[in-house]
C-alpha cells in the first residue's frame, strides 16, 4: 500500500506578536506584545510579573516581533524553489500563539482540498517544547475539523544538514570578519539554543542535537574549540532548567583571556525576541561589561543554502508521493 499523495505543506512555527487583535480575548486589552506573552505563559499564579517583564522586552523594539514576516518569507521562497521545480503544492504558515493560527490555515488548506500535508516543524532541535506541542496543535486543529481533517506527515530533523550547516556557517564568518584583521578567527565562539527546563531535556534529544550542530559548523569553519550556552531561561521555578548561562559563559570568555566572543543564535530560524533582546541587548550589555569586542551572528533565516535545503527534503516527499496536478 502506498503512502497517499502529499497535497500541500504547512510550515509550523512558535509565532510573535505583529499589529491588530489576536483574536484571544475578549474585551481586547489592547497591547499585543503582552497577549502574546499571556497566551505562551498561561494562566498561573504570578504570571503577571512574567508577562509585564517579557512585554517589556518587546517595548525596546516597537512592541512586535518580526518573526512572523520572516517566516512567511520562507514559506514564500520555499513555494518558490517548488514551483521552480514543477511543484506546485500550497505552502503555508500556521503559528501556535499568534495568527495566522495553525488551526485557522488547516482549515483553509482543508477548503483548498488538501487532504495529506507536510508539516515542517520549524525547529531545529527536538524536546517537548519544540517538537511535541507544535504536533500537538497540529492534532487538535485536524481534530475540530472532523472527517475534513487532513492527515499529517512531518519532516523528519533536519540539524545537521549541510544546507543549516552551511547558513550558520557563514553567517559566523560574516560576523568574523566584522571584526577586522585577524581577531574574528581569534574571537571565542559561542553556540546558543533556548534553554528548557533540565527534566524535560532528560527526556529528549534536546541537547544532543544541539552539540551535533555546534560540531558540525565548527568543522565547516575549520576552527578547533567552540563553547556551548543556553539562553533566555526562566527564572524563579523550582525547576532548574538547561545551563550555563551565555551571559556566565561571556563572563568565562574573558578570563580565560580573549578579546572577542561571537555568538551564534543556531537553536532560532530566525530573528524574534529571544535573539533581539537577550542578545542583542542584554549579552552585548554583558561583554562590553566585561571589555570584550561583541558581535552576534545572523540566524539560517532565509539563506539561500536553508532554503535549497528546506526545499530539497520537501521535494523528496513530493517526488515519492506526487500531488495532484494544477493547485497551488
Not at 102 to 117: K, Q
Not at 150 to 170: C, E, M, N, R
Not at 264 to 269: D, I, K, Q, T
Not at 272 to 288: F, P, R, S
Request: aromatic share 8%; glycine share 10%.
Amino acid at each position: 500500500m502506498t503512502d497517499p499523495a502529499i497535497d500541500g505543506v504547512l510550515l509550523i512555527g512558535f509565532g510573535g506578536p505583529t499589529p491588530g487583535c489576536c483574536q484571544r480575548y475578549e474585551p481586547c486589552p489592547g497591547r499585543e506584545a503582552a497577549c502574546f506573552v499571556r497566551a505562551v505563559v498561561g494562566e498561573r499564579p504570578g504570571a503577571q510579573a512574567r508577562i509585564d517583564e517579557v512585554a517589556a522586552h518587546y517595548d525596546v523594539f516597537g512592541g512586535y516581533s518580526p518573526f512572523n514576516a520572516l517566516t512567511i518569507r520562507q514559506a514564500e521562497n520555499v513555494s518558490a524553489v517548488l514551483r521552480a521545480r514543477g511543484l506546485t503544492v500550497p505552502v503555508r504558515v500556521g503559528m501556535r500563539f499568534w495568527p495566522p493560527y495553525v488551526d485557522t490555515v488547516l482549515a483553509e488548506m482543508a477548503e483548498l482540498g488538501c487532504r495529506h500535508l507536510l508539516g515542517v516543524i520549524l525547529s531545529p532541535f527536538q524536546c517537548a517544547a519544540s517538537w511535541e506541542h507544535y504536533q500537538q496543535s497540529v492534532a487538535d486543529g485536524v481534530t475540530a475539523l472532523g472527517e475534513r481533517g487532513p492527515q499529517v506527515t512531518y519532516l523528519s530533523p533536519w540539524h545537521t544538514q549541510a544546507g543549516f550547516v552551511k547558513a550558520i556557517a557563514d553567517g559566523i564568518g560574516q560576523a568574523a570578519a566584522s571584526l577586522g584583521g585577524t581577531r574574528g578567527g581569534e574571537a571565542a565562539l559561542v553556540y546558543t539554543a533556548h534553554a528548557i527546563p533540565e527534566p524535560m531535556a532528560d527526556r529528549a534529544p534536546y541537547t544532543h542535537q544541539f552539540r551535533e550542530t555546534a560540531e558540525a559548523v565548527t568543522k565547516r569553519l575549520g576552527r578547533r574549540e567552540h563553547r556551548i550556552a543556553y539562553q533566555s531561561q526562566v527564572t524563579g521555578t523550582p525547576i532548574p532548567w538547561l545551563q550555563p548561562d551565555v551571559n556566565n559563559v561571556i563572563h568565562q570568555v574573558q578570563k580565560d583571556g580573549f578579546r572577542d566572543v561571537i555568538v551564534a543564535p543556531v537553536g532560532f530560524l530566525c530573528d524574534h525576541m529571544e535573539v533581539l533582546y537577550d542578545l542583542d541587548v542584554q549579552a552585548k550589555e554583558t561583554a562590553e561589561a566585561c571589555g570584550l569586542g561583541y558581535v552576534r551572528s545572523g540566524t539560517a533565516g532565509n539563506h539561500p543554502a536553508f532554503v535549497a535545503m528546506l526545499s530539497d527534503l520537501i521535494g523528496a516527499h513530493l517526488a515519492q508521493n506526487p500531488p495532484p496536478s494544477g493547485r497551488g
